[in-house]
């Protein structure tokens, strides 16, 4: 019989067979001090674009009051259990109230983690009968939560409305034989890899000639998107059709927790069948006043939105303006794409970090096909227009040396952290 942790020791798997070379620097590495566009990386100043901070809300000093005043009130143990049992609170429910008028929809279910949450709703949402539709470049919480559906599943190639139309036949003619079951569609608001929006107006319009229902992660639209910051579905106008609205809270309201809107009577069964929220305790008090808070500010200051926007746009048509390949975005998630392996991704991204002091992100492969490498910078509001020439210079530079072969190496640049 083998032993698991040996067949887990000898592979540590695709990302993490790098990380003798990598951690603490690639992976896991450690941002320190305030929370901005500027913070400490490795004892030096760098500019910071791979934070998900999208309003600059998580240092606001109201918000940090709020979240401060919270703590001092409550701590972090209550209320004590599970929301059904013993884990209630006048403010759990006031902030479901405000999400779900800010939706505009009958009712809200916090959920303690938008990753779990929306997993465990898809799990309580559908049974065996049931056919899901999804598209391909759905983020992992939902690949997972299709993972605990017992029924079939008909994925259809990303964004392309034809091809969900075929899936949708399909799953109409497997109900119809079946005689049972019906039909969830999930797709995203914005797709946090590449910056597109769902195509949510199309599928919406797909209501005319198909039953189904529709379930959309709108994690990167929620705040970023649609004229108040509802989302992407205020956005493209198709918000009544969408049935289930999901986002996290950590994103635009740089917090925990996430939330699931739609039909009352929906959310109330929701509620009664996530196994997630029912069998674990309830988000903490401190999280729900300071979310409450962060959504009060998220309505009440429209020029955050407006300038991450403003930002989003320098970034993006600078970029655009030098030549570099800034794919489909259209959403504030700015992706460039670039070729190489990965060992000429990381040198860059070191040379990045070290001499030109920009902090984004990397993409390589596993995640997409080899050969590609696409930085990832996320703006937001606080950045500066000096950021943004700053990291235009540092990027123009650094794909003329990658042009150039100059980070032609063999191996991961080494970086990891010392024991
Ligand atoms: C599209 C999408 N859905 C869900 C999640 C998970 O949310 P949380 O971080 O609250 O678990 C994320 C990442 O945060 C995301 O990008």
């Known amino acids: 019989m083998a032993d698991i942790f040996e067949r887990l020791v000898k592979h540590y798997g695709p990302i993490g067979e790098h990380r003798e070379r990598s951690h603490g620097y690639y992976t896991f590495p450690k941002l320190e001090g305030e929370i901005g566009n500027r913070m400490n990386f490795r004892g030096k100043e760098v500019i910071v674009w791979s934070l998900n901070n999208y309003l600059g809300l998580a240092n606001h000093p109201a918000i940090r009051k709020a979240d401060t005043d919270a703590t001092a009130a409550y701590g972090l143990a209550y209320p004590m259990g599970a929301r059904m049992m013993s884990g209630n609170s006048k403010y759990h429910e006031q902030l479901e109230k405000e999400l779900a008028e800010f939706e505009n929809k009958e009712d809200v279910i916090l959920l303690n983690y938008g990753y779990q949450g929306i997993m465990s709703a898809i799990d309580a949402i559908c049974g065996r009968h049931d056919v899901v539709v999804y598209d391909a470049e759905s983020h992992a919480c939902i690949i997972d939560g299709l993972r605990l559906h017992p029924g079939h599943r008909y994925v259809f190639h990303h964004n392309d409305i034809e091809d969900c139309e075929k899936q949708l036949q399909r799953a109409t003619a497997l109900i119809e034989k079946q005689k049972r079951g019906g039909i969830l569609v999930i797709s995203e608001g914005v797709f946090g890899m590449a910056g597109d929006q769902g195509k949510l107006k199309e599928i919406v319009a797909l209501k005319d000639s198909y ?113 570099f390949d800034i794919g489909k975005t259209n959403s504030v998630v700015t992706p460039v794409y670039m070729k190489g392996g990965v060992p000429e991704a990381t040198a860059m991204v070191m040379d990045l970090r070290e001499n030109y002091g920009i902090f984004c992100s990397i993409v390589v492969y596993p995640v997409i096909p080899k050969g590609d490498i696409i930085y990832r910078l996320i703006p937001t509001a606080t950045h500066t227009d000096a950021d943004i020439e700053a990291t235009l210079n540092a990027f123009s530079e650094t794909k003329r040396k990658l042009d150039a072969g100059e980070y032609k190496v063999a191996e991961i640049v080494q970086m990891a952290e010392a024991d």
């Open 211 to 323: 039953e189904f229902r529709l379930l959309v992660d709108d994690a990167h639209g929620f705040g970023t998107l649609g004229k108040t910051g509802a989302g992407a579905g205020e956005e493209q106008g198709c918000q009544d059709g969408i049935d289930l609205y999901f986002s996290t809270f950590a994103k635009s309201m740089a917090s925990i927790g996430g939330f699931m809107a739609g039909p009352r009577t929906i959310i109330d069964y929701i509620r009664y069948n996530i196994r997630s929220q029912i069998f674990a305790k309830s988000l903490p008090m401190p999280f729900v006043i300071g979310n409450l808070k962060r959504l009060e500010m998220l309505r009440a200051m429209p020029e955050l939105k407006e300038k991450l926007w403003q930002n989003a746009l320098k970034l993006q048509n600078g970029l655009k303006e030098k030549g």
